[in-house]
């Protein structure tokens, strides 16, 4: 399993996995509400869009790979800076690498960079109460649920409500990782 930055060369695989995936992930996928301005409709946009908000400071966009062969993507988002130092972790993986732990290591190794390396504080996620795949995520790596978001997010063509998780560097002073390494490991 590992992570790198996405690019414009990801376009065919991106779009393939999508469409083999689209049925595991619709339910899940952010849409525009009624009346948003048009949003990306090409993977090249969307590239550029994230390129744009990672130049910027706000973004961090990658691709989850097993193999050396991609299958999900993983987004830093949101970043706020000064006081704050936060940013919201969103995620979606393959329907064939679901269920082997690709992704909470994904996600854990994305927490420890944000908060050693880019010198974030408070990551978040949040994820529909019907989403079991996702919920597995958040509890594989112990991370604290801290609210409900009522309607939070446009999802699959309807405002959703989503429950909310939130982890600070404080929490996780040796690391995500090491945390969910240490979990795994059976009792002596």
């Not at 393959?94 to 990551?123: K, N």
Request: charged fraction near 20%; charge should be positive; aromatic fraction near 8%.
């Amino acid at each position: 399993m590992g992570l790198r930055p996405i690019k414009r060369g990801d376009a065919g695989t991106w779009q393939r996995l999508h469409e083999q995936n689209s049925d595991w992930l619709t339910p899940w996928e952010a849409t525009l509400p009624k009346g948003a301005r048009p949003a990306a409709t090409t993977y090249r946009q969307m590239i550029q869009g994230l390129r744009r908000q990672a130049g910027q400071g706000r973004t961090l966009p990658f691709v989850v790979t097993y193999d050396g062969e991609m299958v999900g993507q993983l987004t830093v988002s949101g970043v706020t800076w000064g006081s704050a130092r936060w940013a919201q972790v969103g995620y979606w993986l393959s329907r064939e690498h679901a269920g082997r732990g690709t992704m909470p290591l994904a996600v854990a190794m994305v927490i420890d960079h944000c908060f050693e390396v880019v010198g974030l504080h408070r990551i978040e996620i949040a994820v529909r109460p019907e989403n079991a795949a996702s919920l597995a995520v958040v509890r594989k790596l112990a991370i604290d649920q801290v609210g409900v978001a009522p309607r939070y997010l446009h999802i699959d063509g309807d405002w959703r409500d989503h429950l909310l998780f939130a982890i600070t560097a404080e929490q996780a002073p040796g690391g995500v990782v090491a945390r969910l390494t240490d979990r795994s490991q059976p009792a002596p």
